[in-house]
């Protein structure tokens, strides 16, 4: 079992920068990929990053690409998510999801993770 916990979350003015953190439990953090998802309101969920088992190889929604950077710490079983000017569309509830996924073709599709957060609040205000 894998618990996620997700925090940074909050009120910021277009171009503004905040740091998602998932802080996760359990012994085989480091096994599995680490996804960032988030839905807006009225809207489904969407991919918006990933990051493989040892941080190798990482995957973006093209709208983030550039503005957001994906990152994870095993040791401290966290997983990261740079989020760089940010734009009122960012606006969102975003939450941290882990999953035993080995193809690339599977990383943005959330019936792949296994385990997921209560999410983070962001708000992007112009």
């Known amino acids: 079992q894998v618990q996620l916990v997700e925090s940074g979350g909050g009120l910021v003015q277009v171009g503004d920068s905040l740091r998602l953190s998932c802080a996760a439990s359990?012994?085989?953090?480091?096994?599995?990929?680490m996804g960032w998802f988030r839905q807006a309101p009225g809207k489904e969920r969407e991919f918006v990053a990933a990051i493989v088992w040892n941080g190798g190889s990482t995957y973006y929604t093209d709208s983030v690409k550039a503005r957001f950077t994906i990152s994870r710490e095993n040791a401290k079983k966290t997983v990261y998510l740079q989020m760089n000017s940010l734009k009122p569309e960012d606006t969102a509830l975003y939450y941290c999801?882990?999953?035993?996924?080995?193809?690339?073709?599977?990383?943005?599709?959330?019936?792949?993770?296994?385990?997921w957060g209560q999410g983070t609040q962001v708000t992007v205000s112009s």
């Open positions: 359990g012994r085989t953090f480091s096994l599995f990929t």
């Open positions: 999801a882990a999953g035993a996924i080995y193809y690339s073709s599977d990383y943005d599709d959330d019936r792949k993770y296994d385990y």
